[in-house]
């Protein structure tokens, strides 16, 4: 027993120090709570504890009138355990004039009835007010236009009537994705940096280079294919000025005549030495090209000859053979050639020239460089030509 006494005398002694150490009630009155109580609330000191007392959002649900409706349906309002419910009303339609009431839709929208439930159907963000504003998106088209502004929606429109027509139309909705052969600018220092572009406008005319960019302009008076041109810069788009002349031969003046060497056609005009893309072997021996006059009737114009002065195999003075230069008589080649006949070969390279090819003999043997393959002859001016 004497035990027992001493170990509730300890257990008194523990609770005695536990309450001398505790920090008493948090509050004495509301003035003792800091801090946000939320809104709607204020603080309370109850039992010691701060604690917020908060007044309801709402008592009925007439009080919930006037907040933002956040649901895609017809409801209405229901004031629940003093917080403001929306709730839809179902079934409330059989046909979309049933469907009444304030959209919950910023770009607007109409109501729909679906299923007896009033749905509503909500416009996107308008894309544009004006076709300005369409510019830089992404063109969907295979085909030159613009842009337009339908219903405050960007739309892309085929019209080859505005693009091409030679000027960017930024505030018609013309740009780089809709109309790249006005809007895309090519830089330049002369008008030869033009040539290669594709033309943008509706009539005959030259590129010319403006402000360091290259620039089409209609011009009548501009030369077409295979007409001879004053100037560089006088041959209508898509054509380029050559010079018809032979490397070997001495002209007056060397004639600029307009050409288009990409065709892959061998035209009046172009030769291997001016145009080896289209002409790899020169014109077709014996062709010929009549010229258009305006009325539509044709006059002879060009044909393609084999050159003047081919070598010929004859003996010289002292009875050797030796290949001659026919219309001068030189000697380009002394050595046995009987039986054999000077043909051009190396067309197109620094080799082109005349050789000896000789029945059952060696390799053709190099007579002389000459530029040797067939070319057009044509009258200078065809178009005098036509009424006569």
């Given amino acids: 027993m004497k035990n027992l006494g001493v170990w509730l ?5 523990l609770s005695l120090l536990a309450c001398s150490a505790s920090e008493g009630p948090a509050c004495v009155s509301p003035q003792g709570c800091s801090g946000d109580p939320g809104a709607g609330c204020e603080w309370a000191c109850i039992d010691g504890e701060c604690r917020p007392l908060c007044q309801p959002e709402c008592t009925l649900a007439a009080a919930c009138e006037g907040h933002d409706w956040p649901l895609n349906c017809v409801g209405h309002w229901e004031c629940q355990a003093g917080v403001c419910q929306a709730v839809c009303d179902t079934p409330v339609c059989s046909a979309d004039g049933d469907c009444t009431g304030a959209l919950p839709c910023e770009f607007g929208g109409a109501w729909r009835c679906d299923g007896g439930e009033c749905v509503a159907d909500c416009l996107p963000p308008p894309d544009c007010n004006q076709p300005a504003d369409c510019l830089g998106g992404a063109w969907p088209q295979g085909c030159a236009g613009h842009w337009s502004c339908e219903q405050s929606i960007c739309q892309a429109v085929c019209d080859a009537s505005t693009c091409p027509d030679g000027t960017c139309d930024d505030a018609g909705g013309e ?5 790249p052969i006005d809007c895309v600018q090519v830089p330049c220092t002369t008008f030869a940096d033009c040539l290669q572009l594709a033309w943008p406008l509706q009539c005959v005319g030259v590129w010319a280079c403006q402000a360091g960019t290259c620039t089409a302009r209609c011009d009548s008076s501009c030369s077409t294919e295979g007409l001879a041109v004053a100037s ?3 041959c209508c788009a898509g054509l380029h000025p050559v010079i018809d002349c032979p490397p070997d031969l001495v002209c007056e003046d060397n ?4 050409v288009d060497c990409s065709d892959r056609v061998c035209d009046p005009h172009e030769n291997t030495f001016n145009c080896l893309a289209d002409c790899p072997q020169g014109c077709d021996l014996g062709a010929r090209r009549p010229f258009t006059c305006p009325g539509g009737a044709t006059v002879p114009w060009c044909e393609c ?4 002065c081919p070598p010929v195999c004859q003996p010289d003075p002292t009875g050797q053979e030796a290949w001659r230069d026919s219309c001068t008589d030189q000697v380009l080649l002394v050595g046995r050639c009987e039986g054999c006949t000077a043909v051009c070969d190396g067309i197109g390279f620094r080799e082109e020239g005349w050789y000896a090819s000789c029945p059952n003999g060696p390799a053709p043997e190099l007579v002389a460089y000459a530029f040797c393959a067939p070319r057009w002859s044509c009258a200078p001016d065809p178009a005098s030509l036509c009424g006569k």
């Fill in 9 to 13: 005398a300890a257990l008194s002694a």
């Fill in 175 to 179: 740009d780089q994705g809709s109309c």
């Fill in 232 to 234: 560089a810069d006088g």
């Fill in 255 to 258: 004639p600029l005549y307009c």
């Fill in 305 to 308: 000859l084999a050159p003047a």
